[in-house]
């Protein structure tokens, strides 16, 4: 006797959220792709703008923020499996507070720009960096939503071990949103300044 | 015979739509009931594409024509091609698919029931942004690949185009809703036994257009927003004549959408086919691997051609060279298809019903396409014939004398399965003769046309040799193939209420999908019969001659 919708020999052991979650994931590394590689199409036309406007060191600074992020939710996730509650939501909620930082970084960028007069259409350069670091920042804000659910309802007690796998696919989520800014960094930051 | 019965499966989220009368299909989120309402609604946008085409081949019947004015005509163009593209072709696979995948595969229903409800009302609602523009007294006129600079605000300053971008971002995202579902349901609900080499072709064919969707979509969403930015928020991305922002740019993101899209619209139609053929032939497919290789090899390819579409830009010679290449290499995947599909047929016992009638006439119109594109794919040709009728040729014989018909083959072969009932064959021998006639005759002048130099998306034409009678001749074909579609929607509709009853498996197919009854039941499966090859229902008909020899067993009285 089998099921319909069992895995048999045929399946992979992964559950349809994780799968479905990573094939999303994959879709939206070719969104980014196409923001990274127009700025960097767009690039030759920047001048000295932005080795004048962007604060490297400080942006680098509050990179390592949500770099270490990536870490805490591992944590995080490690203390779910381990059915430690408290620690799950201490991580979550450390990880929640360094992306917190983080935004905060981008906002203090912003403002700086917007108060030299580099607004989002003030050039070709500040059309291409706004739109892929905003874009990236309303990813960030997605997943700080999406992990702040899932906290919201651990302390509420809704959060067993039948909900592994929401910690585990926005705990990819994540991740991903981490390895986006090291592209975004990369291509921002270091190559083309 | 012997059948697994299936323990009953909780379906991921209960059925939200009990006792609701026709309401339920607002909150249905039945992979059956949803793909129905792709499909209705797709026929509703091919019928506003179709009286799009017949208003563009009414205005180009007569030379110096002024039944429609220069900026209706370009809005009626645009609207005909993105109407049938995004709104049509995609929809009808995709809602196909979401009807026949679980079934082809012995599922439940898909991996994310309620995610595809999604993927289709914010499809539904991209359409209609699209439309709504003309509210506003205007409609996207920007061709439907909408160059810059032509579609920044400075040049199209009406707001049909915003409408146009924010209505494709909704139908695209719609799209990767749709392609995440059907992966993950591939994936991971295929029925014990199935592997990946008994899985069926359009199956296979569904898999690689649904990885094709997810990597060619987001980068024209993202292409989209750039240029919403460049009209709405006043940003430089595209507009070449401030401060840096490059056309070329928006060319080189829309078609590295652009060519894989022809693929999300063809290798469904190639799925069908290998269903369609192999069943009507009396004969598995000639060469499964190669057909779900040769698929794989395209999707991929498919990433690497799209400059193809920008010879005319005066990129490098040695861009151009690369990419000219690569184009003429993806015939040679697409060449292994056409050998399978006609040595499948070849000394197989054919039944000339309509479905095989339709399939047969894909292989030959789209052979032509298939020529006339590697022809594009050399640069000197290109530079000749781009933005001539010979293009708008090209890709009809792709899209309509390929895919349309590749669909129509498959409507013929699964609208039994959907309604418990088959098609009318005289009405559907009616509807394929003229198709055929209707549809080269439309199509085929316009090669001629565009080698004595037509261009494409002229509003009329002044009276020169031989410009009159082609493109009279093409309107005409273009009525006849309308009425092949009337005589085709009134087929769908009198066969739903008096066609012959099939019966659970009336073309003695071979699929899991002919192994529940017609129309199936909401759980689709009572039993399942055992996977041991591609061909399970062959199997249990004939166990003495099963295609997986390590099954056989002998006849029994």
Partial sequence: MTTANSTAKTGTTMNRHKIGMLFFISSEIFFFLTLLSSYAYLSGAFGNLPRESLAVPRTFLFSLFLFSSSLTIWFAERAFHRGRHAAFRGWMLATIALGLVFLTGQAIEYTELIRTGITLNYDVFSSAFFTLTGFHGLHVITGLIMLGSLTGLSFAGKLGPENESAVATISYYWHFVDAVWVAVFTVAYLIFI | ?557
């Avoid at chain 2, 208003?55 to 007569?62: D, K």
């Avoid at chain 2, 094709?212 to 927003?225: D, E, F, H, K, W």
């Avoid at chain 2, 499948?344 to 006439?361: H, I, S």
């Fill in chain 2, 1 to 557: 015979m012997r059948q697994e019965s299936i323990a009953p499966h909780a379906l991921p989220f209960p059925p939200l739509n009990k006792g609701w009368g026709w309401l339920a299909w607002f909150s249905t989120t039945d992979h059956k009931k949803i793909g129905i309402l792709y499909m209705v609604t797709s026929l509703f946008f091919f019928g506003v594409g179709g009286i799009e085409a017949l208003l563009i081949r009414i205005q180009l019947a007569a030379p110096n024509a002024k039944v429609l004015t220069p900026q209706e005509y370009d809005a009626i163009f645009t609207m005909h091609g993105t109407t049938m593209i995004f709104l049509v072709v995609m929809p009808l696979f995709i809602g196909i698919a979401n009807y026949l995948v679980p079934l082809m595969i012995g599922a439940r229903d898909v991996a994310f029931p309620r995610l595809n409800a999604l993927g289709f009302w914010v499809f539904l609602l991209g359409g209609i942004v699209i439309y709504l523009a003309l509210f506003t007294g205007s409609l996207a006129d920007a061709g439907w690949f909408s160059y810059a600079p032509l579609s920044e605000a400075a040049y199209s300053s009406r707001p049909g185009v915003d409408y146009w971008i924010v209505g494709l971002i909704e139908t695209g995202v719609g799209t990767i809703g749709a392609a995440v579902n059907l992966l993950a349901t591939i994936v991971r609900y295929r029925a014990p036994g199935m592997t990946w080499r008994r899985m069926p072709l359009f199956v296979w064919m569904m898999m690689i257009t649904s990885l094709i969707i997810l990597y060619a979509l987001t980068p024209l969403n993202a292409g989209l927003i750039m240029l919403l930015g460049d009209r709405i928020l006043h940003l430089h991305f595209f507009r070449a004549n401030v401060s840096g922002g490059s056309a070329i740019l928006w060319q080189h993101i829309f078609w590295f959408f652009g060519h894989p899209e022809v693929y999300i619209m063809a290798l469904p139609a190639f799925g069908m086919m290998s269903e369609v053929v192999p069943v009507f032939s009396r004969k598995p497919i000639f060469g499964y691997t190669f057909v779900a290789g040769s698929g794989i090899a395209i999707g991929l390819l498919s990433f690497a051609v799209w400059v193809h579409h920008m010879f005319a830009v005066g990129l490098s010679t040695p861009m151009n060279a690369a990419f000219s290449a690569a184009s003429m290499l993806i015939a040679v995947p697409t060449g292994v298809k056409i050998f399978n599909w006609s040595t499948t047929m070849f000394r197989g016992r054919l039944r000339m019903d309509t479905p095989l009638l339709f399939a047969a006439a894909f292989i030959i119109q789209f052979v032509i396409g298939g020529i006339t594109g590697v022809m594009f794919a050399a640069v000197p040709i290109d530079w000749q014939l781009t933005d001539s009728y010979f293009v708008v040729a090209h890709f009809h014989y792709v899209l309509f004398g390929g895919s349309m018909f590749a669909l129509w083959a498959g409507v013929y072969y699964w609208y039994p399965k959907i309604t418990g009932r088959l098609m009318d064959e005289r009405l559907g021998r009616w509807h394929f003769w003229l198709a055929v006639i209707g549809f080269n005759m439309t199509f085929f002048v316009q090669h001629i046309l565009g080698l004595i130099g037509m261009p494409r998306r002229v509003y009329t034409y002044p009276n020169l040799p031989g410009y009159g009678t082609m493109n009279m001749i093409s309107t005409i074909g273009a009525f006849i193939l309308a009425i092949a579609v009337l005589l085709f929607l009134w087929n769908l509709v009198v066969s739903f209420r008096r066609g012959k009853v099939a019966g659970d498996n009336p073309w003695d197919a071979w699929t899991l999908e002919w192994a529940t009854t017609s129309p199936p039941p909401e759980h689709n499966f009572e039993k399942l019969p055992p996977v041991h090859s591609a061909r399970p229902l062959f199997d249990l008909a004939h166990p003495e001659m099963a295609d997986n020899p390590k099954y056989r067993t002998e006849a029994k009285a």
